[in-house]
């Protein structure tokens, strides 16, 4: 069964360091997203990415984060200089066209920033 | 704006018992809603979804959920629990329209399964 992948598992970084969380969402699905979840709060919706472009953004995503989808299969969440408050697990998730929004997702990244 | 409300933060129950999970929420228009399970260290699960039809839709693991509109509720229901359904339980609402389907998740209710 295809599946949402992520790479890497845990990320450890320092407060400042720029990281890049790789996802690759399933093949034929158009529909991209990125959440996050602080340790023991709710799943939060970061932004959404369609058509090589943002289509949807929450305030969390401010001008620290950017979204690409470089090549055919990767979609990556870059942070530029990250902060102790973006310690969180970040999920990626796509989905087909259309209704149903069915979103599938993948096994997160944890992100440590010390 | 949408919103999510899950009121009961932990529930534990035996192995065997039956379950219900609440799930309120808070939208002007039809909603999308889903139910998603998270193991622990685990990813998000997709239990089972509503979009129109029949207002009883079940999903895996022997899962079931009841959409009610005049309560705005999604609750899901298990007859019988297993020791494996021990989990955190998270219901989602997602918007149509203008939309690009972003989802609106609830606080989550942890289950923990006595033997």
């Known amino acids: 069964e295809p599946e949402v992948t992520q790479t890497p598992s845990h990320q450890v970084t320092q407060m400042g360091q720029e990281v890049i969380l790789r996802c690759v969402p399933i093949?034929?699905?158009?529909?991209f997203y990125w959440y996050r979840q602080i340790l023991g709060q709710k799943v939060e919706f970061l932004v959404s990415?369609?058509?090589?472009?943002?289509?949807?953004k929450s305030e969390i995503f401010d001008d620290q984060f950017s979204v690409e989808r470089p090549d055919g299969s990767n979609f990556t969440l870059k942070i530029r200089s990250t902060k102790l408050e973006d310690s969180a697990m970040y999920f990626c998730?796509?989905?087909?066209?259309?209704?149903?929004?069915?979103?599938?997702f993948g096994p997160g990244t944890r992100l440590t920033v010390t | 704006a949408q919103s999510v409300t899950q009121p009961d933060i932990h529930i534990t129950v035996s192995e065997g018992a039956s379950l219900e999970l609440r799930c309120n929420y808070s939208?002007?228009?039809?909603?999308?809603l889903f139910w998603y399970v998270q193991s622990p260290g685990q990813g998000l699960q997709l239990l089972l979804k509503?979009?129109?039809?029949?207002?009883l839709v079940q999903g895996i693991k022997g899962f079931e959920a009841e959409f009610k509109r005049s309560q705005s509720s999604f609750n899901l229901r298990k007859p019988s629990v297993h020791w494996s359904d021990a989990a955190e339980y998270f219901c989602?609402?997602?918007?149509?329209?203008?939309?690009?389907?972003?989802?609106?998740f609830g606080q989550g209710t942890i289950l923990t399964v006595h033997p």
């Open positions: 998730a796509s989905r087909v066209g259309g209704t149903p929004y069915e979103q599938y």
């Open positions: 093949s034929n699905h158009l529909y």
């Open positions: 990415f369609y058509n090589n472009e943002i289509s949807e």
């Open positions: 939208y002007g228009a039809t909603p999308y």
């Open positions: 509503y979009f129109s039809g029949d207002t």
């Open positions: 989602a609402v997602g918007a149509g329209g203008t939309s690009y389907g972003k989802l609106t």
